[in-house]
């Protein structure tokens, strides 16, 4: 993508390297670039000899990458197209390791989408470092939330390394954080539970300075005594706020509460 859409293009030779290293990329390996840009990732990720598809949803960019590349391109397919309304299905089956610069704008909606995809195993991608530190954030700080928790239930996410705004052109205001997020075989979270245990975060989470007990208590009409009752049993005190609540222990309430 383009400047004009948000994105600031890597030139930090030695970041570019060590995130072909955490992709693991290599011959026989299918990489899925996302915002290829120009390039600087993508020439890369076809040195180690991988198999590239990059997504690129600038007209311009998407035809100039090839010549940007420069070299053997014979592994490299360019898809022109908003990741975001791509029919994910068209890209085979996988498993896809993906590597994305990814705008500050649309970062979030596009590891959603991600996550909800099953046909990749591991992503290195790289955030807003405020972004960043929500979704690798554990119970009991400012940072932990619905986004950590949307990780969770699907994938394990790790911090990798901060990126400095001169690493980019344009360089950005903020800085920059690389995260590996790697898919779970199995979600924590069942299909089945999915309703309720988000019903209950949202709740909770909509005011997060409160007790969790007695938000959810008035809003699921639960009496005290239920409340309190279903915090015990899933290893919490009732005056816990949501910033502190685990996610099997989220788990937990969800059964108990709904």
Known sequence: MGARLGQHFLRDEGARDAIAELSGAGPGVAVLEIGPGRAALTGRLLATGADVTAIELDENLAAKLPAA??????????VNEDFLRLDLRTLGPGPWRIVANLPYAVGTPILQRILEWDAWDQAVLMFQKEVADRITASPGGADYGLLALSVLARADAAAAFDIPPSAFT????VD??????TRRAEPRLPAAEEKAFWRLAKIAFAQRRKM????????LGKTKAETEAAFAAAGLDASVRPERIPFEAWRALARALT
Do not use: Q
């Open 176 to 181: 920059s954080a690389v995260v590996v997020v």
């Open 170 to 173: 344009p360089p950005p205001a």
């Open 212 to 219: 969790a007990a007695g938000v959810l208590s008035k809003a």
């Open 69 to 78: 590349v420069g070299g053997d391109v014979s592994r490299l397919t360019i």
